[in-house]
């Protein structure tokens, strides 16, 4: 009978809990390491409709931040205290409440990431968050990789790579690397160089009877050679890696090592009809070289 009592007084205390809460979700995030609770303690999260479970907090963490999102609420963003690993905030209750926690090293680089996303009832809530290396990624688990390169365009990582003479291009989102469709570059590329300026650019080098270098621009879908049919510089040299796309926020230029081992350097222009034009002349046969930019 005592023991019946206790859990009737538990009961009231929840309820005037939830009951203060005014109807909202009040949701405990926790990052910590998950503790041995007691069959009381899991009495009270099957009726505080508890999601318990932590992820543990690395050494090399120096301060962990998270994101609530959802449709139909304004997204919520805080600061997770080290000492504790934990934060409570009241959100509104409802069904797909997305939850990110990033962590971050004393250089202010996100190094663990974790993502969850659950329903949340009127009370007390617990959410479960795993959180993930993000330092490290597997890009291909093939070993057949000819070229790869790597850009930053508006804060987005962008890889890109050749595997069986196919080009592959993806971009992290989040803590997830996603792929941009890249069928429309069919053709047998043995080497790359990626840029980015308010989209992606990709010159790559193929080979057929003369040897060509493709300049394409990805169009938010799909991908747009500059020049209709896609031998945007031809006769080049048939060694790959002897050529460097840069753009800036007026033209798009290429350098690269013609067939007979001269330099040259040419600038887009767009205009009725479009063509690559030759910008000032060299004269001096190289073997290798590295372009700077313009």
């Known amino acids: 009978m005592k023991r019946l009592y206790i859990i009737f007084i538990l009961l009231l205390v929840i309820i005037n809990i939830q009951c203060n809460s005014g109807g909202n979700a009040i949701v405990t995030i926790n990052v910590g390491t998950t503790p041995k609770i007691s069959y009381l303690d899991h009495f009270l999260q099957l009726l505080t409709f508890a999601k318990k479970a932590n992820a543990a907090v690395p050494t ?39 939850f990110t926690v990033y962590a971050y090293n004393s250089n202010n680089y996100i190094i663990y ?33 000819a070229d790869i390169d790597l850009v930053i365009g508006n804060g987005i990582p962008y890889i890109a790579y050749i595997k ?4 592959y291009i993806k971009y992290l989102s989040g803590i997830t690397l996603q792929t941009i469709d890249t069928t429309s570059l069919n053709y047998p590329a043995d ?27 990805f169009n938010g879908s799909s991908w747009n050679p500059l020049l209709d049919n896609g031998y945007d510089i031809s006769n080049v040299d048939n060694n790959p890696n002897t050529f460097s796309l840069k753009i800036n926020s007026v033209d798009e230029y290429i350098a690269y090592i013609t067939n007979s081992y001269y330099p040259a350097v040419k600038k887009y222009s767009e205009g009725t009809t479009p063509r690559w034009d030759p910008v000032g002349s060299l004269s001096t046969p190289q073997g290798g070289w590295y372009f700077n930019g313009l």
């Not at 139909?72 to 409802?94: F, M, R, W, Y």
């Not at 069986?164 to 080009?167: K, L, N, P, Y």
């Not at 990626?194 to 270098?213: D, G, P, Q």
Request: proline residues 3%; negative net charge.
């Open 191 to 217: 080497s790359l160089d990626l840029e980015y300026y308010n989209t992606i650019y990709i010159a790559s080098h193929f080979y057929n009877t003369a040897n060509y270098i493709n300049v394409s621009k």
């Open 60 to 98: 090399n963490v120096a301060s962990i931040s998270y994101k609530v999102e959802a449709s139909d609420i304004e997204t919520i963003t805080g600061a997770i205290p080290l000492e504790t690993g934990s934060v409570t905030i009241e959100l509104t209750p409802g069904n797909n409440r997305t």
């Open 113 to 145: 990431a974790g993502r969850t996303t659950v329903d949340l009832q009127p009370g007390n809530n617990t959410v479960e968050i795993v959180m993930v290396n993000t330092t490290k990624f597997t890009i291909d688990s093939s070993s057949n990789i």
């Open 164 to 167: 069986s003479s196919q080009i």
